[in-house]
T-cell receptor, first 113, second 114 residues
């Protein structure tokens, strides 16, 4: 059973609008969450992260929100740009629970000009 | 060059053959990982290593073998390749997944088993 879920396989938005990518997790031990972006034929690259002690982290156009009670996080991209078109992976890790990162299945974002 | 590199980038092999995918990092990160990416599954962990000579199974380890004799290298071997192992393989490294640090990925190896 997937511990990290991204229920939208794809998302399309207009350039300049907000993109919202969602992620849900089931393991309450997760205490650190990351978003990665992946272009075709390249490895994933780190985008932004958030610790479980926070509910928001912002970096330029990218903001991640964490709702621990709902076990839900979201990535907001404002404004969206065509170069943001990629697959976005949500990942989680936990102190004392395996020493690795658990990834979701990814959401393909298409930003239309 | 600093970073994490994988070789080869592309590989075609026959069923039953042994094949080794190489991974090298220059940061001296303690942790290294092997993931495979398949449609609908995202990135699934095959094996990981917390330090030289310390390895552990991930979610999908069957049919794979790893070793880590040196901190900077983490080769992945398919002992007898099967068609179900056709995938894109990513190696990654990290200072520590449990201390709020990110993983850095290589560019991937696309493996086709025919």
């Amino acid at each position: 059973d997937q511990q990290v879920k991204q229920n939208s396989p794809s998302l399309s938005v207009q350039e300049g609008r907000i993109s919202i990518l969602n992620c849900d997790y089931t393991n309450s031990m997760f205490d650190y969450f990351l978003w990665y972006k992946k272009y075709p034929a390249e490895g994933p690259t780190f985008l932004i992260s958030i610790s479980s002690i926070k509910d928001k982290n912002e970096d330029g156009r990218f903001t991640v929100f964490l709702n621990k009670s709902a076990k839900h996080l979201s990535l907001h991209i404002v404004p969206s740009q065509p170069g943001d078109s990629a697959v976005y992976f949500c990942a989680a890790s936990a102190q004392g629970y395996g020493q690795n990162f658990v990834f979701g299945p990814g959401t393909r974002l298409s930003v239309l000009p | 060059d600093a970073g994490i590199t994988q070789s080869p980038r592309y590989k075609i092999t026959e069923t039953g053959r042994q094949v080794t995918l190489m991974c090298h990092q220059t940061w001296s990160h303690s942790y290294m990982f092997w993931y495979r990416q398949d449609l609908g599954h995202g990135l699934r962990l095959i094996y990981y290593s917390a330090a030289a000579d310390i390895t552990d199974k991930g979610e999908v380890p069957d049919g794979y073998v790893v070793s880590r004799s040196k901190t900077e290298n983490f080769p992945l071997t398919l002992e007898s390749a099967t068609r179900s192992q056709t995938s894109v393989y990513f190696c990654a490294s990290s200072e520590s997944p449990t201390a709020g640090t990110e993983a850095f990925f290589g560019q991937g190896t696309r493996l086709t088993v025919v």
